[in-house]
């Protein structure tokens, strides 16, 4: 079963636009990540947020976590078609630090 | 470092065959995990091994199964193929269980026919 849910499950923008990604989770959690998949790829990390962070920043990446609200946010600023890809959200919880990953939001970048 | 490397890349089986895959996780990574990812589910964690030993179980029926080697190599296998199994089976490894990154190999494409 899914614990995140990302929303939209798609997004369609132009090249230099900023994109942004909603995460909402059901239980407390310890971490939240965000990975990135390009079609039929495996998924690569992007960021990792921990519950008692609320916002961090990697290059044009922005996260945001809200706990009281279990929601997160990845905003991609000055997006390239090279950002086209499908990202998901992750969260684990208790003590087996497994990440249970959401359904993606599938995001196109039209040069 | 080399990432992590899934064998092979794409297989087809029918339905009632098995099916062995393979990953060979980044060097000094202790810890494999396995997910299924299908349209329809999304990414559903199967299991993971640390030193030999299944450490954590998803909601998946006993025909999928898998087991890891003393040099951290896991495998995992399915037996008596269904239609539904078609899915991307990604492996992903990490230095322990206490580490929250997760490193992905590329996948194996199943397609049972």
């Known amino acids: 079963s899914q614990q995140g849910e990302e929303d939209p499950q798609a997004l369609s923008i132009q090249e230099g636009e900023n994109a942004t990604m909603n995460c909402s989770y059901k239980?407390?959690?310890?971490?939240l990540q965000w990975y990135r998949q390009n079609s039929g790829r495996g998924l690569v990390h992007l960021i990792l947020i921990r519950s008692n962070e609320r916002e961090k920043h990697s290059g044009r990446l922005r996260v945001t976590l809200d706990t009281s609200k279990k929601s997160s946010s990845l905003l991609i600023t000055a997006s390239r078609a090279a950002d086209t890809a499908s990202y998901f959200c992750a969260t684990d919880s208790g003590g087996s630090y497994i990440p249970t990953f959401g359904r993606g939001t599938s995001l196109i970048v039209h040069p | 470092k080399a990432g992590v490397t899934q064998t092979p890349r794409y297989l087809i089986k029918t339905r009632g065959q098995q099916v062995t895959l393979s990953c060979s996780p980044i060097s000094g990574h202790r810890s494999v995990s396995w997910y299924q990812q299908t349209p329809g589910q999304g990414l559903q964690f199967l299991f993971e091994?640390?030193?030999?030993?299944?450490?954590n179980k998803g909601n998946f029926p006993g025909r999928f199964s898998g087991r890891q080697f003393s040099n951290s190599r896991s495998e995992m296998n399915v037996s008596t193929l269904e239609l539904g199994d078609s899915a991307l089976y990604l492996c992903?490894?990490?230095?322990?269980?206490?580490?929250?990154?997760?490193?992905f190999g590329s996948g194996t494409q199943l397609s049972v026919l």
């Open positions: 992903a490894s990490r230095p322990g269980t206490g580490v929250e990154k997760l490193f």
């Open positions: 239980t407390s959690i310890n971490n």
């Open positions: 091994y640390f030193s030999e030993t299944q450490r």
